[in-house]
T-cell receptor
Framework: AQSVSQHNHHVILSEAASLELGCNYS??????LFWYVQYPGQHLQLLLK??????LVKGIKGFEAEFIKSKFSFNLRKPSVQWSDTAEYFC???????????FGAGTRLFVKA | NAGVTQTPKFQVLKTGQSMTLQCAQDMNHNSMYWYRQDPGMGLRLIYYSASEGTTDKGEVPNGYNVSRLNKREFSLRLESAAPSQTSVYFCASSQDRAGNQPQHFGDGTRLSIL
């Protein structure tokens, strides 16, 4: 069965620190990968996505993620976080052309001002 | 542009009561989804509708039913609510199947079953 593992459930950083959130998935076929962000009290919003092509994808608000197929990983990075990045981040995987998205458990990021 | 609209935003039910959660999208999307979000478990797919007139089970369909009323609306029904169904419910839609297009989410319905 497909699964998505996010390594950190809670991360606390100071402003300007660098961020890397790990995401690994298990699925042998072709997949599409997403990172969604949920700010406090809000709905999920797409941060970035990978469908094909350059494995380094850039999203909104300075976030980027790298797809490493051999490691089944899709880690999220940001060079310098801001207080406004405080949110919960979800990695998600879906078989290309499928309907059933599998979400990770989420990582709560708290950025100290 | 409203996007995906869910009603109600909050609801408290007693065990055994029934309830329908409403979802409507104004983006002319073909596919719609219902998820539940529980602490430490991320989002889990309950049901989805690939297109108007079709519905299919997701990961956790037991205790729920859905109706794709038309292209815009996709409702989720709890026939006999149980405390285990206390959760935050999100509706989402995508232009095409989620494997080809990202999903757009509603603001959620926070449901408590006593």
């Amino acid at each position: 069965a497909q699964s998505v593992s996010q390594h950190n459930h809670h991360v606390i950083l100071s402003e300007a620190a660098s961020l890397e959130l790990g995401c690994n998935y298990s699925y042998g076929g072709t997949v599409n990968l997403f990172w969604y962000v949920q700010y406090p009290g809000q709905h999920l919003q797409l941060l970035l996505k990978y469908f094909s092509g350059d494995p380094l994808v850039k999203g909104i608000k300075g976030f980027e993620a790298e797809f490493i197929k051999s490691k089944f990983s899709f880690n999220l990075r940001k060079p310098s976080v801001q207080w406004s990045d405080t949110a919960e981040y979800f990695c998600a995987v879906i078989r290309t052309g499928g309907f059933k998205t599998i979400f990770g458990a989420g990582t709560r990021l708290f950025v100290k001002a | 542009n409203a996007g995906v609209t869910q009603t109600p935003k909050f609801q408290v039910l007693k065990t055994g009561q029934s309830m329908t959660l409403q979802c409507a999208q104004d983006m002319n999307h073909n596919s719609m989804y219902w998820y539940r979000q529980d602490p430490g478990m991320g989002l889990r797919l309950i049901y989805y509708s690939a297109s108007e007139g079709t519905t299919d089970k997701g990961e956790v369909p037991n205790g729920y039913n859905v109706s794709r009323l038309n292209k815009r609306e996709f409702s989720l029904r709890l026939e006999s609510a149980a405390p285990s169904q206390t959760s935050v419910y999100f509706c989402a839609s995508s232009q095409d199947r989620a494997g080809n297009q990202p999903q757009h989410f509603g603001d959620g319905t926070r449901l408590s079953i006593l």
